[in-house]
C-alpha cells in the first residue's frame, strides 16, 4: 500500500503559528526551556529536543502541548511506539487532538498497515475544524484507499520467518484429531515460513500467491515429528457498500515422521466490512477435500467445511478480536472388524484474542479458546458400545512480544489446553511453551 511520507514537522509548524499567541498555555513555568526545545527540533536535533520536552514533562505531566511536541519528537527518532502512547493522551477536548489523530494515522501505517491508518485518518478529518488539516487527512485518505504513493514502493514479495525452541508437556499426533497422545513431554525445534507475492494489484484489488511451510522436530520422540508445505492463489476484490472479498484456493501437504500423512485442497471466500471507525467483521467459508497419504490413515479422508465470524476491533490500548466457528466433517472413519470410531465431528468454537500494547516495543498476547465437539457416530470396541463421543476443549494462551525493530520480533508463548472426552483415551492435559525470533520481509 501507498501513502505520503509522513509531515510530522509541518504538525509541528501549524501548532507553533497558534502556540506564540499562547506561550502561557504551553509552558509558563519554564518558557526558556521550552523554547529551547522548539529551537532543537526545528534544527533537527530531535534527541535533545526530546530530553528538555521530558524534563518539562516531569514538572507537568498532563500539559496535552508538551506530549504533542514529544510525540513529534520521538516520531523523528524512528521510536514511533513512544510516539503514539503521548499522542494518545491528549484530551479529548484539547484543539491539538485532531493533529494528533493524524499522527496517529501516520503511525499506525508504520506499525499496523493501512486499515488501522484508514481509522485514524477519518477521525481526523471528522473531528478537525481546520480546513487545512481536513485537507491532509483527505488526501491521506485517498492515496491508501486508490493505493497510489510517490514516496514508498510496494513490495510484491512480502513474508514471515520464525525460528523457535521450546517444550512440549503432553506431546501428540495431529493434536485436533488427537490420533495419539504420548504422555510424555519434550523439547522441540520449530521452523515457520509464509511468503505472499502480488501477480499484479494489491488487496483492494489483485491477485497474489500464498504459500509457506512449517517443521517441528521432537528429537527423541521422532515419531511426532512433522512437517507442512502449502501454495495458494487468491483474488482480491471490492463488492458493494463497503463489503470487500478475497476467493482462493489452496493445497497443503502434510508429513508425519518423515512419510507422507495428508494432502488438503481447499477453497475459500472471504468477505469482510468495516461498519464504525473501529469496527470490523470479517465473515469466512472453507470446504477442504482431505486425502490420505498412508494407508494407515485412510480414516481421516473425505471433506471438511468451516463457517468462521469474527469481529474485529480497533482499540486505543490494542487490538481485540472475537469470533465464532462452526466446522462439519464427513470423514470415512475407522472400522476394523466389530471395532468402529467416529473421526467425523461437529465442532464449535469460541475465541477471543486480545493483544495490547504494554510499552514502548512490547505487546502482550492474550487468547481463550472453548471447542466443543459432536461426533458423528457411537464408538464401538469389539462389540462393545461405548456411546457417542463428545469432547469438551479449553485453551488459554499467554505470551508477550518484543519488537526489537521495525522488521525483527521475539515473542515468548505459552498455551494451557485441557481436553474431555466421554470415551477414554481421548482426554489429554498440555502445557507448552516455545521462544522464537521472527522477522518480516
Not at 499562547?22 to 536535533?45: H, I, M, T, W
Not at 457411537?378 to 463421543?389: K, M, P, S, Y
Not at 494462551?397 to 466421554?422: A, M, P
Request: charged letters at 25%.
Amino acid at each position: 500500500m501507498y501513502i505520503a511520507k509522513p509531515p510530522v514537522q509541518l504538525m509541528v509548524a501549524l501548532f507553533m503559528s497558534s502556540l506564540y499567541l499562547s506561550l502561557n498555555e504551553a509552558c509558563a513555568y519554564d518558557k526558556p526551556r521550552f523554547e529551547q526545545a522548539v529551537r532543537l527540533f526545528e534544527a533537527g536535533d530531535y534527541a535533545s529536543a526530546t530530553e528538555l520536552f521530558e524534563q518539562l514533562l516531569a514538572v507537568d505531566g498532563d500539559n496535552a502541548i508538551i506530549h504533542y511536541n514529544l510525540g513529534s519528537s520521538y516520531y523523528k527518532l524512528g521510536r514511533y511506539k513512544m510516539a503514539r502512547s503521548h499522542f494518545q493522551k491528549i484530551g479529548t477536548r484539547h484543539k491539538l487532538l485532531p493533529a494528533a489523530y493524524y499522527n496517529l494515522g501516520l503511525i499506525a501505517f508504520r506499525l499496523e498497515g493501512s486499515d488501522a491508518a484508514i481509522h485514524w485518518f477519518e477521525r481526523c478529518r471528522d473531528s478537525s475544524s481546520d480546513e487545512k488539516l481536513r485537507q491532509l487527512a483527505d488526501r491521506q485518505l485517498r492515496l491508501l484507499k486508490d493505493g497510489g504513493n510517490r514516496f514508498s514502493r510496494k513490495k510484491q514479495l512480502s513474508g514471515y520467518f520464525s525460528i523457535g525452541a521450546g517444550h512440549d508437556g503432553n506431546v501428540g499426533r495431529v493434536s485436533d484429531e488427537i490420533l495419539d497422545i504420548s504422555d510424555h513431554g519434550s523439547a522441540f525445534l520449530d521452523l515457520f515460513l509464509s511468503a505472499r507475492y502480488w501477480l499484479n494489484g494489491d488487496h483492494r484489488l489483485g491477485y497474489a500467491l500464498k504459500s509457506g511451510g512449517g517443521a517441528t522436530n521432537y528429537g527423541q520422540l521422532n515419531k511426532y515429528n512433522s512437517a507442512l508445505v502449502n501454495l495458494g492463489i487468491y483474488r482480491y476484490q471490492p463488492l458493494h457498500d463497503g463489503w470487500h472479498s478475497r476467493l482462493g484456493a489452496h493445497y497443503y501437504y502434510t508429513r508425519l515422521d518423515n512419510a507422507g500423512f495428508q494432502q488438503r485442497i481447499m477453497l475459500q471466500v472471504r468477505v469482510g466490512k468495516k461498519y464504525m471507525n473501529n469496527q470490523r467483521l470479517r465473515i469466512q467459508y472453507e470446504y477442504n477435500e482431505i486425502g490420505d497419504l498412508d494407508p494407515a490413515y485412510n480414516y481421516l479422508a473425505g471433506s471438511q467445511q468451516r463457517l468462521n465470524i469474527e469481529n474485529r476491533t480497533h482499540l486505543d490500548s490494542g487490538h481485540l478480536r472475537m469470533g465464532y466457528r462452526v466446522e462439519l466433517n464427513d470423514r470415512e472413519n475407522y472400522q476394523v472388524a466389530a471395532s468402529f470410531s467416529s473421526y467425523s465431528p461437529t465442532r464449535q468454537t469460541l475465541y477471543l484474542r486480545y493483544k495490547p500494547t504494554l510499552a514502548e516495543s512490547w505487546t502482550a498476547h492474550l487468547g481463550v479458546n472453548y471447542r466443543h465437539s459432536d461426533y458423528e457416530d457411537e464408538n464401538i470396541d469389539n462389540g462393545v458400545r461405548l456411546g457417542v463421543r463428545k469432547d469438551k476443549r479449553l485453551r488459554l494462551t499467554l505470551g508477550v512480544v518484543y519488537n526489537y525493530s521495525t522488521d525483527v520480533e521475539l515473542e515468548l508463548l505459552f498455551h494451557h489446553t485441557e481436553n474431555d472426552s466421554t470415551i477414554a483415551g481421548k482426554e489429554y492435559v498440555n502445557k507448552q511453551w516455545m521462544l522464537s525470533i521472527g522477522r518480516f520481509f
